[in-house]
């Protein structure tokens, strides 16, 4: 009768969860698509991106272009680690918010902005820097101190 928490890359990876058949598996990650006229102006990938570098930048002192040159890896480890195990969650969360976008942007866009020509991966970091464009800005003073977002900008009521 106790609860245990598996958290990461492999928590719902078979080898794990069959030690524990009755286990509730929640995956949780920003999934959402950004529609508009019915065309994808911004993908969940994206989302995600923005995530990691204004994080990497802001909390770890990481150089954008850096956090760009391990994006690869770790959408390999997305791919062979989480994507065949997912859709055997019991509930699958996604946690993209519709005004995290406008609030990342400004720093995102300086960060997407000084990214070297020659880069790997260079052409879509500029569809994702011309993508961004599409948003406003939303200053991050209006985010709810307990918001998921205050993970990626800071100036939140938890402690990581």
Not at 2 to 13: M, T, Y
Not at 138 to 145: A, E
Request: proline letters at 4%; glycine letters at 6%.
């Amino acid at each position: 009768d106790e609860i245990v928490i598996f958290e990461g890359i492999h928590a719902l990876n078979d080898c794990i969860t069959e030690q524990a058949p009755r286990a509730f598996k929640l995956y949780v990650s920003a999934r959402s698509d950004v529609l508009f006229g019915g065309r994808v102006v911004f993908k969940g990938t994206w989302t995600r991106l923005v995530r990691r570098t204004v994080r990497d930048h802001l909390f770890r002192a990481y150089d954008p272009a850096g956090t760009i040159a391990m994006w690869a890896n770790v959408r390999r480890g997305e791919k062979l680690n989480i994507s065949p195990f997912k859709n055997k969650a019991d509930l699958q969360l996604d946690t993209f918010l519709p005004y995290e976008l406008p609030v990342m942007n400004a720093v995102a866009t300086d960060l997407f902005s000084s990214i070297p020509e020659g880069i790997e991966r260079y052409d879509e970091l500029r569809r994702v820097l011309s993508a961004l464009q599409l948003f406003g800005v939303i200053d991050n003073s209006l985010v709810s101190p307990d918001s998921l977002i205050r993970e990626f900008i800071g100036g939140g009521i938890y402690e990581q």
